[in-house]
């Protein structure tokens, strides 16, 4: 299986992403930003968490715009997996892949800490758990994930709500911190399940989300 | 030509900045501030003859996220 870990300017997470890909068995292929094509065979596109040109404007919304994206936004459409984290979920909702946005946390204040997810929704990014549970670190100022009550409705009855804070640190709408698109093939969170895959370092709750989705991936 | 785009929250969405420096003005002794709401002010330098219909598509596609924002397009 071939990930495909795309670069903006002031991306930090990407190379723990691709080291995560990795480590579950991907084929890890860097890409810029400035690229107009993904490479050939992609199975997966990983957006990583970071500060895409400056936060300005909106957060991701220049990325969302940058040569590279018009082709993950073609990938995704064709049925395409994605997985974006952290500022890669707000890239996702700035090309309208996901619905909504992610605004300034609640409480102002920029939040890095471990936090407890439950798993509300089950898709492939999922497949991987046999537990409910888990602690996984986030680290942003702009988490908290908002949509209209339409919108949040649909997510909640398609059960497209992948995880949910059990204490919510931004005061995202119905605890909500990571969604999936409706034909599951596309996940944004804003918890950081890279930066959870090694015991040197503390949780590895991150990991089985990578290796479920192999596994899954190369089963299908 | 100019054109000023003004984006702002819709009415209904939470404003946290807003807030933050409704307080601030709060704390500061000015009485009397019900509400705040922060918004851009961005200047758009463009090439004459540029038509409102272009200004207003750079907003549906970047200058304002339409989920959360509204726009106001000034050209002078």
């Known amino acids: 299986m071939r990930a495909a870990v795309i670069t903006f300017p002031g991306s930090n997470c990407d190379r723990d992403l691709a080291i995560a890909f990795a480590n579950a068995g991907f084929d890890v292929t860097r890409v810029w930003h400035k690229d107009t094509t993904l490479p050939e065979h992609t199975d997966i596109v990983g957006l990583?968490?970071?500060?895409?040109?400056?936060?300005?404007l909106r957060c991701g919304a220049i990325a969302?715009?940058?040569p590279i994206c018009r082709d993950v936004v073609r990938f995704a459409d064709g049925g395409g997996f994605v997985l974006g984290v952290c500022n890669g979920f707000q890239i996702l909702t700035e090309t309208g892949l996901l619905p909504g946005i992610l605004m300034?946390?609640?409480?102002?204040?920029?939040v890095a800490k471990p936090v407890d997810l439950r798993i509300t929704g089950r898709s492939i990014f999922t497949d991987g758990y046999r537990v409910n549970r888990i602690t996984v670190p986030v680290a942003h100022h702009d988490g908290n994930y908002q949509a209209?009550?339409?919108?949040?409705?649909?997510?909640?009855?398609?059960?497209?709500?992948?995880f949910r804070y059990v204490d919510t640190p931004n005061?995202?709408?119905?605890?909500i911190a990571g969604i999936t698109s409706a034909n599951g093939r596309i996940l944004g969170m804003m918890p950081h399940p890279e930066r959870a895959?090694?015991?040197?370092?503390?949780?590895?709750?991150g990991a089985p989300l990578f290796a479920g989705l192999i596994e899954v991936m190369n089963t299908a | 030509m100019k054109a000023i785009v003004h984006v702002t929250l819709k009415n209904g969405v939470l404003d946290p900045q807003g807030e933050a420096v409704k307080s601030?003005?709060?704390g500061m002794g000015f009485d009397g501030v019900n509400g705040v709401r922060q918004g851009k002010v961005i200047e758009l330098d463009l090439a004459e003859g540029t038509s409102e219909a272009t200004v207003t598509e750079m907003c549906e596609k970047l200058l304002a996220n339409t989920v959360i924002e509204s726009y106001r397009i000034e050209l002078t």
């Open chain 1, 48 to 56: 990583p968490g970071g500060f895409s040109f400056g936060d300005y």
């Open chain 1, 148 to 162: 209209s009550d339409d919108e949040l409705d649909q997510l909640d009855a398609e059960g497209r709500v992948a």
């Open chain 1, 104 to 110: 300034r946390n609640a409480g102002l204040t920029f």
């Open chain 1, 64 to 66: 969302a715009q940058s």
């Open chain 2, 24 to 26: 601030a003005l709060g």
């Open chain 1, 197 to 205: 895959i090694d015991p040197a370092l503390g949780d590895t709750d």
């Open chain 1, 171 to 175: 005061g995202a709408a119905r605890d």
